[in-house]
RNA sequence: GCGCUUGUAGCUCAGCUGGAUAGAGCAUCGGCCUUCUAAGCCGAGGGUCGCAGGUUCGAGUCCUGCCAAGCGCGCCA
């Protein structure tokens, strides 16, 4: 309806301009707007207001002439002039009738559109280091993500998602030395765990389940390992320098097989934990992308060999540069240290090119809020590449504090006291977690109540919207006891006794929801979701109790019923786009 | 110090990218279950949209300056 009000308004504007009462550059888009207040009509326009600067002309006159070239429309009852300059636009009831059949017609798939054109996004998520399972925070970047890759699915882009895994680096290494030295603990070594290891129990696992796989093989002593050691950070040393230098101490000792072993052992378990977890929280993944493929393949020095015949790498100070700040960074950034080895960024910049030649029109990488500062060299390295980095999209998330109740949940991730992923799902359930991770603007700080997410009240969310779709269910189960039949059919055929005012406040509701996807989707804001179904759940409560639906009456009973399904269907249709279930019963 | 983000009801947050009288939930107070699930509904109170300027027909929304909070500013990842 809103396009076809958009279009009869742009019929009317070409046709004053080419009557030259209106000048030609004019804008032809975003003119319509639903009306907040139902007094206002249904939709209104502010064009007359926009025009006035323009034109020189008084608002009002503008809105008259639009007004009188507009052309008849059997479903635009009135059109008023109002207030300023506004022009509003009272629709036939029976307008508002059609999307009910429509919702039935597309059944689960009603919301989607062909808006995307098929164009492909690749949307990278979560992507957090595999040294440890995955905590809390991760959780709402994985809510997010999944949410937004569903959301642009369903408006007709083709998604893939990807997970990149940061299977290189010092932090690797880190935990591949902290597993030995739990592993030489069950030999009954005297090993001093370094103060920057990773000392969660899952360290322990790991080294128990590699000494069932290879025995004795990885085994030195501690005492010569630890001899020549600079001293950690307890003992008044730098806990950097100790544990660098324990990690070189393995991989002399054990050499580069061995040590594979060792580093595959920690890295495969990690991994193949985020994958159960992210699976049994609703997040599915298309792609795993290794960054030591990037190394193997050559991509990174590939990457850097373009850069440098772009003339963007210099030297200085026995490292590799890249001029950043040549394409709007604060600093220019090294790509290759004094020691030879690549940076992070180097990999970085290699995995989005290798991004671009996958030939995706728009790639999105969804980071925590605290990446931010990396998103002008990751721009600049895009653009050295010879690519629009309009193509690149980064969404911040940002980290959620958790509360129980009043108290604030401390968490801190050196003492692997922090709270996982796996822990919130088994406290508060999938579903509520989330529902509540994308309840809020995803670039802004979140308070997550457990309690609040767990209490089976009414002041939870989520029960509320998935009540709405249980009492739906409930209604249709009373059929029978009650001796009553639905006819479908008929209930479309009766949609005009649907006049109360709860009524057709359902119905404008439901017929926003195509929009509303849209436009959560390219706002990539799934909240706007979250908000909508709480509202569309709020006016079915409302009407539960303002009226009976199974009532005597055939025509009016089937009409009610045909409604309360087509809301039931769009609640279904959001909460799948959420990966939140739809219960029939509660 | 510089950069990014944020500041809306007692609390947690929306506010459709500049529109008409700023909204919701919780909390507080008062009502509604012999009738389709009370995990629900109806009503009341509660606001200098951080502060001060500016832009224009119109600003919570845009621009500037302050104030406050968070994050970032490595040859870490």
Redesign the pocket.
Known sequence: MKKRLESLLIETLSKLVAEAKLPSDIPMK?LI?????P???DF?T?LA??L??PTGMN?KVIAELIIENLPKDPLVRDVHL?????I?FFIDPKAQFSVIPDILKAGDRFGHSQRGQGQRIQVEFVSA?PTGPLHVGHGRGAAYGAVVANLLAAIGFEVEREYYV?D?????DILAASVWLRYLETFGEPVVFPSNGYRGGYVKGIAEALRKAVGDTLRHSAEAISKDLPPDEPQGGDK?LHVDALVLMAKSCLGEDHYRTLFDAGLNSILEDIREDLSAFGVHYDAWFSERSLMETGAVQRSLDRLQAAGFLYQ????TWFASTRLGD??D??VV???G?M???ASDIAYHLLKLEKGFDQIIDVWG??????IPRVRAAIEALGSDQKKLEVLLVQFAVLYRGEEKVQMSTRSGEFVTLRELREEVGKDAARFFYV???S?????FDLELATS??????V??VQ?AH??V???F??LDEKGLTFDGQQGLNELSLLTEPHESALLVTLSRFQELIE?SAL?H?P??LV?YL?DLA?EL??Y???????VPDDALRNARMTLISAARQVIANGLRLLDVSAPE??
């Open positions: 975003g707007e639903r009306c907040r207040d007094q206002h009509g209104a502010n207001m926009t006035a600067k608002p109002a207030g300023p300059g506004f509003n280091n940061n290189a680096g010092r932090q690797m950097e200085e100070g026995g490292a604060e600093k950034r090294v240290r004094e020691n080895q940076t992070y960024f809020a605290d990446h931010h500062g990396y309840m809020r603007k670039d802004q700080h979140m308070d089976k009240t009414n002041e939870n969310p029960y509320y009540y249980a009492r269910c409930s209604v189960r009373q436009q706002q804001a909240h706007h908000h709480k709020s409560h409302a539960y109790n303002a009226h009976q639906f199974l019963t509660m």
